[in-house]
């Protein structure tokens, strides 16, 4: 595997920066109200080492939107919550008074997925952009699980490359964040860094 | 222009299906999405799908059906933050949910489209609703019942605290009664008719007390378990306060009190005159009692909106601010000695309370400490 610098980092985290400005402007047009959506860290591992960068997510219920691609760079995009914060930002969407004790039932996951959708598509539609790359997409899909649970439903058994982008929405009062995750089949990380040099070699970024 | 449905598997499919090219024209209705949007295909293929839904026109869809034409991501689109997108026209808008799937679908001659799958939620929606209707409902009831609950609670302790004043106050004017009678019957021998006279007067005014207490007590047991009713009549209410003024002319004249009733002679209320007399002859009787001798007592009525409010003001010695609240409230229930240590029996403002909510009036108090009080309550012009 190619080795990551931390100028193909910086180069990353300018993407992912376009891809969530994108997807605030959007989220903005959907509910009238000013969304702030940061990154402020991106990590690079792999999915053996992912659950302790899941650590906070252990006790608690996840909600993920899932979106996988294939093409030159193949995996998926997955954007994690707490059920509880996916339950707030819904909420907000929604202007439903949505309590702890109520249940995150499967309107308000299709609500979650339309959200989470606007802001992968953003993401993943930036990358694509950015660094010419075509890529024919699954159709997106909801899972509610347990961090402990997340690999295997995502069918994921061998070790793959993965790019986590911690993402901070803020609405209104409110707080929420999720995790942006790209999880890279065996080779694409090695593409991606390939495409990263390429920008860098350009400087079309 | 496309006149018929070129992809024509897509009837035999139960989910709504629309193709559409990048101009937002109609390529495909198939025979599912005429049930779900109540348009038929022969009135869609050809047409913009922004004439029948301009939602598709917001910046927003503009922006994330151009990228799903141009070979992005699948967008999705729900009916919970898209409620007009393929909209039913005849049923009920609160009543439908559809899921809407957008991806890239290229059309013939390498053009772009995007093809809109819609799945019909509208049963688990109305599921959800229902359910969450009945669950709130229920939830209401729980909080009902607990406050329902705390509000017994509250009254039951209450009543015992009263009980127990009341207790304490009966035993008082029967401890004299008991103590001078006795010693009447040890000393009778050795007393005089004018000592024997003034211990008379003792257990006499002790049993008066004892009498009035019992007398407000049963009043008070009765209100209660509502076995008093509410007779309602329209009276004259200067004429009422008159008659009250005249059974309390003595203890005014003993203590030197003008009580003058301002009230204008043609006032008619709708009011239960026993209850109304109870209620103005305790005012009058409290401000005699906390009135120092030469005193003022005064008693007006003024008609606000759709309600009559009575005041009764004395220039008395007035109640402390943390007393004020008590008043009326039956577990503080307590009896106090007047300007010239007059006793009462402390049930007299309950049974106030108890007779204005009976005419679903208010009663309260204002008042000055050292300069005098006024008792003020409403009754409403008509009372259903």
Redo the contacts between chains.
Sequence with gaps: MSLITDEHIDIVKEIVNIGVGKAAN?LN??INENIKLSVPNIYFTNTNELPKFLMKYQDVSISVVN?G?KGELSGSCQLLFATDGAKLLVSI??DEDITDE?EF????Q??L???G??V??SL??TI?NILSQ??L?R??KYIECSVANFLSENDIVEVQDVMLATTRFIIQEANITGEFLLIFETGSMDTLIEKIELVNQKGTL | MPTRNKISPFNYIAIGICVIDAHYQIQCWNHALEVLTDIKMEDAVGRYLYDFYPDFQKTINKMRISDVVNGGAPSIFTSSLNKSLFAPKKRLQSVFYYDILASHFPLENDENGALFSVIDRSNLYRKIVEFKKTKDQALKEVEYRKTVEKTLKHENESKDKFISIMAHDIRNPLGVIQGVSDFLIKSYGDLDKEEVLDFLEGINNSSKTLNDLITDLLTWARSQRNNIELNLADNNLYDLVNEDIRLLAQPAKSKSITVQNNIAKDTIIPFDRNMLSTVIRNLISNAIKFTYNGGNIFIECQEKGNYFEVSIKDDGIGIKPEDMQKLFLIGESKSTKGTNNESGTGLGLILCKEFIKNHKGEIWVESELGKGSTFKFTIPISIS
């Design positions: 959007l047009h959907l979106l691609f969407f929604t109520d039932n499967e309107i308000r299709h609500t997925s339309e959200i959708n606007i992968l598509n993943i539609g694509s075509k890529f997409y159709t997106p």
